[in-house]
């Protein structure tokens, strides 16, 4: 059981650390063309060459896509931050309950979020870089969303034992 707990302990942590580096990372969408890399904040057309002024910077779904993925941070540090609490307070079968909750309120935030991006930037409907893929922070957002359901689960499951 000691390994398990540590284990998932081990995991949250690396997810809150991939959360945190997605979200400020400019990677979400890279050109083939040239250094061009785009991300929730800021545009760089070189790899010195960055302005925070994105070509959909104003439109209301980039700033639902900020919001989420801060709040799914937020959320991810606070149910790491009540899981270490339970382990040592709570006793046997009210423990994880809250932590498990809270993270899968995290997934939801990220499902919100990078679906969001998804739909709306994603999938080249409009042009603006039409030789690009998906950069890394893109690809980060969704292996947290798997990570952070498995993590929201696992504690739900613990909280029997």
């Not at 081990?10 to 979400?28: D, E, G, K, R």
């Not at 030789?131 to 922070?137: L, V």
């Amino acid at each position: 059981m000691l390994v398990l707990l540590a284990s998932i302990f081990v995991v949250h942590i690396a997810t809150v650390i991939m959360l945190f580096v997605s979200t400020i990372a400019n990677a979400w969408m890279v050109s083939d063309v040239g250094k061009i890399s785009v991300g929730l904040w800021k545009n760089c057309t070189s790899a010195n060459d960055c302005s925070r002024n994105l070509l959909y910077g104003s439109e209301d779904a980039l700033k639902a896509v900020q919001a989420f993925m801060i709040l799914s941070i937020i959320f991810s540090v606070i149910s790491l931050v009540v899981f270490v609490f339970q382990l040592f307070t709570m006793e046997k079968g009210n423990r994880f309950f809250l932590s498990g909750a809270t993270m899968l309120v995290c997934w939801l935030c990220i499902l919100v979020g990078a679906s969001t991006y998804t739909h709306h930037y994603a999938n080249n409907s409009k042009d603006w870089y039409p030789e690009s893929h998906h950069g890394y922070s893109f690809i980060l957002t969704w292996i947290c969303f798997c990570f952070s359901f498995i993590i929201g689960i696992l504690y739900l499951v613990l909280r029997k034992k």
